[in-house]
């Protein structure tokens, strides 16, 4: 049977991982492929065009004829590039063939027979599985930050695609299949430690037979949290001893893999001492338990906590099915546990930082109010200074200067406020539907003087058809004015500005092209920075502020997003701007 018939929860994961490559990549295909039991590489998840999923899904492919066209792939970090050159067999047995793609001698441009893959080893080196992406939107091969993103990508999703075909795995083999699913399935969805204990509770403790349960869960150095939760309501207490004993034997045990029965009929575990022992049998007698199995949690070689699974009457025993079982899922909510505490670790970090950052707004925002005031009474004043007529000519240069710097200063003031309020987390935000290409061409008719001062040549390379983003009219207006504007300071006389618009099934894609200055590599890194200027002298001899970028970068971001450029001194530069379709 297909694995996509036998498990679509597993086919849904794999979905939603692809929808990051086809929708923020940049790729209108992405398929993952699995080896199946029968030996053969199957496709099990499609991402994009509707043609390309009914092709290929279910498609089966020899693992050794993919392994042998490996060989011949150029290496691009974790990805495998095949030209479509170096195909010795059909490209319609490895992948799907773009009918509308045409094939060009351009090395730059993508071949509908070219393919582009990332191959998933296990532990063991053994394959896996296949990450495939196909028909780049813009027509050319990824390179420069296109493919670091994608590399980036792939590095990161490694793990996940992995960990996603072990957990399959282990729901086909265990006797308790059911129950064990239902733990690792609501175990894995639930991001806090709390929901984790309490949604497996029910489950695990019919999955044994248990009378009850609790979980012991260590902080990040280890120690024990006050975290213990049974499942039959009834009030666990554990005592410091009993907390370190515990510590101590989970941590054996995980180095073991193995797991723990605690009864005073029985024979001992092995890792505790005869008073510790004695210690928790105690324990047993008055909360009224037999019998205790002793669960190891961990994710890797890190020991994470232990569960406690506990039997009343005379059944004391587990059977060693139930032990294989019980350390599988002890693996399984291991990983949960740890998700868990990156997670919380990573909200209370983002907490703290939309905090400071928040602060940090405010703080402009406040600042920049207090100086509007003034400037607006000093501007004033030196109006009527000007209009003195027996001021002199020394004063009046003076004046000019004074208003000049007041100027500037306000210009200064109000990219601040406009900076505080896109970064300010706590700023209302209210998007609608917007057309991109009829705000670019206002945005070239408010900057014509300019643009034809410099003799400039600018392209709109879109359709007729709207380009609709949900986005707010304030910020669109500004990214486009900064962008364009900007390209036409760094320009020189003559040169050429290019305005490209596509549009993907869930965002709208806009390239801002010039053939200016360009940026070197060591003001690359810094471009985004608030108040940074180039180091380029071309570049410093023109006015700015050195916030127009920065405050770019905070309106998409705020607008869930991305934007990215590609530049080589000298040649000019290209902004990307992703954002999402209305």
């Known amino acids: 049977m297909p694995m996509t018939d036998r498990d679509p929860i597993f086919v849904d994961t794999l979905d939603t991982i692809l929808t990051s490559v086809t929708d923020?990549?940049?790729?209108?295909?992405?398929?993952?492929?699995?080896?199946?039991?029968?030996?053969?590489?199957?496709?099990?998840?499609?991402?994009?065009?509707?043609?390309?999923?009914?092709?290929l899904m279910g498609?089966?492919?020899?693992?050794?004829?993919?392994?042998?066209?490996?060989?011949?792939?150029?290496?691009?970090?974790?990805?495998?590039?095949?030209s479509h050159d170096k195909l010795e067999i059909p490209p319609e047995e490895l992948a799907w063939v773009p009918v509308n793609l045409e094939a060009s001698d351009d090395p730059n441009r993508w071949h509908p027979y070219d393919l582009l893959v990332a191959p998933l080893?296990?532990?063991?080196?053994?394959?896996?599985?296949?990450?495939?992406?196909?028909?780049?939107?813009?027509?050319?091969?990824?390179?420069?930050?296109?493919?670091s993103e994608l590399e980036k990508f792939i590095?990161?999703?490694?793990?996940?695609?992995?960990?996603?075909?072990?957990?399959?795995?282990?729901?086909a083999q265990v006797r308790l299949a059911d129950a064990a699913r239902l733990v690792v399935r609501e175990a894995s969805s639930e991001l806090s430690i709390e929901r984790i204990l309490e949604v497996t509770q029910t489950a695990v403790t019919r999955c044994f037979d248990a009378f009850g349960m609790w979980i012991q869960a260590f902080d990040q150095d280890g120690e024990g949290q006050n975290?213990?939760?049974?499942?039959?309501?009834?009030?666990?207490?554990?005592?410091?001893?009993?907390?370190?004993?515990?510590?101590?034997?989970?941590?054996?045990?995980?180095?073991?893999?193995?797991?723990?029965?605690?009864?005073?009929?029985?024979?001992?575990?092995?890792?505790?001492?005869?008073?510790?022992?004695?210690?928790?049998f105690s324990f047993?007698?008055?909360?009224?338990?037999?019998?205790?199995?002793?669960?190891?949690?961990?994710?890797?070689?890190?020991?994470?906590?232990?569960?406690?699974?506990?039997?009343?009457?005379?059944?004391?025993?587990?059977?060693?099915?139930?032990?294989?079982v019980a350390l599988d899922i002890g693996h399984d909510l291991g990983r949960a546990l740890l998700n868990a505490r990156s997670f919380e670790r990573e909200r209370r970090l983002v907490e703290e930082l939309r905090e400071l950052d928040s602060y940090k707004s405010n703080l402009i925002a406040t600042l920049s109010h207090e100086l509007k005031n003034p400037l607006t009474s000093i501007l004033?004043?030196?109006?009527?200074?000007?209009?003195?007529?027996?001021?002199?000519?020394?004063?009046?240069?003076?004046?000019?200067?004074?208003?000049?710097?007041?100027?500037?200063?306000?210009?200064?003031?109000?990219?601040?406020?406009?900076?505080?309020?896109?970064?300010?987390?706590?700023?209302?935000?209210?998007?609608?539907?917007?057309?991109?290409?009829?705000?670019?061409?206002?945005?070239?008719?408010?900057l014509r003087v300019t643009i034809n001062r410099k003799n400039l040549q600018v392209d709109v390379d879109a359709s007729d058809e709207a380009f609709k983003v949900f986005a707010e009219p304030e910020g669109i207006d500004r990214i486009l004015a900064n962008l364009i504007s900007n390209a036409a300071k760094y320009t020189a006389e003559g040169g050429?500005?290019?305005?490209?618009?596509?549009?993907?099934?869930?965002?709208?894609?806009?390239?801002?092209?010039?053939?200016?200055?360009?940026?070197?590599?060591?003001?690359?890194?810094?471009?985004?920075?608030?108040?940074?200027?180039?180091?380029?002298?071309?570049?410093?001899?023109?006015?700015?502020?050195?916030?127009?970028?920065?405050?770019?970068?905070?309106?998409v971001e705020r607008h869930n997003g991305r934007i990215t450029f590609e530049s080589q001194l000298g040649k000019g530069t290209t902004f990307s701007v992703v954002l999402p379709r209305n």
């Open 227 to 280: 975290i213990v939760h049974a499942s039959n309501g009834a009030d666990i207490r554990l005592t410091d001893e009993l907390r370190r004993i515990a510590r101590v034997a989970a941590r054996m045990m995980w180095d073991l893999q193995d797991v723990g029965v605690l009864a005073d009929t029985l024979p001992s575990v092995g890792v505790l001492t005869s008073e510790q022992e004695e210690a928790i």
């Open 59 to 82: 498609h089966l492919v020899e693992v050794d004829q993919v392994a042998e066209e490996l060989l011949k792939a150029e290496h691009w970090g974790p990805l495998r590039f095949i």
């Open 380 to 446: 004033g004043h030196a109006e009527m200074l000007e209009a003195t007529p027996e001021l002199s000519r020394s004063a009046r240069n003076s004046v000019s200067s004074v208003e000049r710097g007041a100027a500037r200063m306000q210009r200064i003031i109000e990219d601040l406020l406009t900076l505080a309020h896109a970064g300010d987390p706590h700023a209302p935000f209210a998007p609608v539907a917007v057309d991109l290409r009829a705000s670019v061409l206002d945005t070239i008719d408010m």
């Open 496 to 555: 050429k500005i290019t305005v490209s618009l596509r549009q993907g099934p869930r965002n709208v894609r806009l390239d801002v092209s010039d053939t200016g200055l360009g940026i070197s590599e060591i003001d690359q890194a810094n471009l985004f920075n608030e108040f940074f200027r180039s180091t380029n002298p071309a570049a410093v001899a023109l006015p700015g502020t050195g916030l127009g970028l920065a405050i770019v970068k905070r309106i």
């Open 284 to 324: 047993m007698r008055t909360i009224g338990v037999t019998s205790m199995l002793f669960i190891p949690l961990g994710a890797g070689k890190e020991c994470l906590g232990n569960l406690v699974l506990t039997r009343r009457g005379g059944r004391i025993n587990w059977s060693e099915t139930e032990k294989r």
């Open 24 to 55: 923020l990549l940049g790729f209108e295909v992405a398929s993952i492929s699995l080896v199946n039991a029968s030996g053969m590489m199957e496709t099990v998840a499609v991402a994009g065009d509707e043609q390309a999923r009914s092709a």
């Open 121 to 147: 080893y296990d532990s063991e080196e053994q394959l896996r599985a296949l990450i495939s992406v196909d028909s780049p939107v813009d027509g050319l091969r990824p390179a420069g930050a296109r493919l």
């Open 155 to 171: 590095i990161q999703t490694r793990p996940a695609v992995l960990n996603v075909i072990e957990r399959a795995e282990l729901a």
